[in-house]
């Protein structure tokens, strides 16, 4: 008897990791994260979102944030200048793009949208639309 190593089909892990992503995500996400897509947690609360995405080693001039057709999306560029004339013996660091896309929810507020960046943590407010409730007025029954 002959063994054969078995290698899985990535089309299947895919496959199978996008039916999950659609049972439960709520929309937010429109990409998978990987090593060129940032960390990011997203709060809801009573008035807006907060959406903070970490990308460590980063100035605020290498992040751009742009919104189109109500598709939040966020680009970064790492550039490593390093261009020494001296043979490496090992190097890991490289020039990067990360991006990631988010779909906003209706009731965000796209003109109010805020962003913030310190010690390379991106910080960006959603408002949320206020809710008008309707006046109810009581009827006296004589």
């Known amino acids: 008897m002959t063994l054969v190593k078995w290698v899985p089909r990535h089309t299947l ?8 992503d659609s049972i439960f995500n709520d929309g937010w996400n429109k990409s998978i994260i990987s090593n060129n897509n940032p960390s990011v947690d997203i709060i809801e609360n009573e008035n807006e979102f ?6 460590p080693g980063l100035d605020k001039k290498d992040v751009n944030l742009s919104i189109q057709e109500g598709v939040l999306k966020l680009t970064a560029d790492q550039k490593n ?8 013996w ?8 990360y991006a990631r896309s988010f779909t906003l929810p209706n009731n965000v507020v796209e ?5 913030s960046f310190k010690n390379g943590s991106l910080k960006v407010i959603l408002p949320k639309e206020e809710v008008v409730k309707p006046i109810v007025k009581k009827i006296k029954i004589s």
């Open 50 to 55: 907060e959406l903070t995405a970490d990308l």
């Open 13 to 20: 892990i895919n496959d199978f990791d996008s039916m999950l």
């Open 90 to 97: 090992l190097r890991e660091r490289y020039s990067k793009t």
């Open 111 to 115: 003109e109010k949208i805020n962003a």
């Open 81 to 88: 200048n390093n261009d020494s004339k001296d043979a490496y």
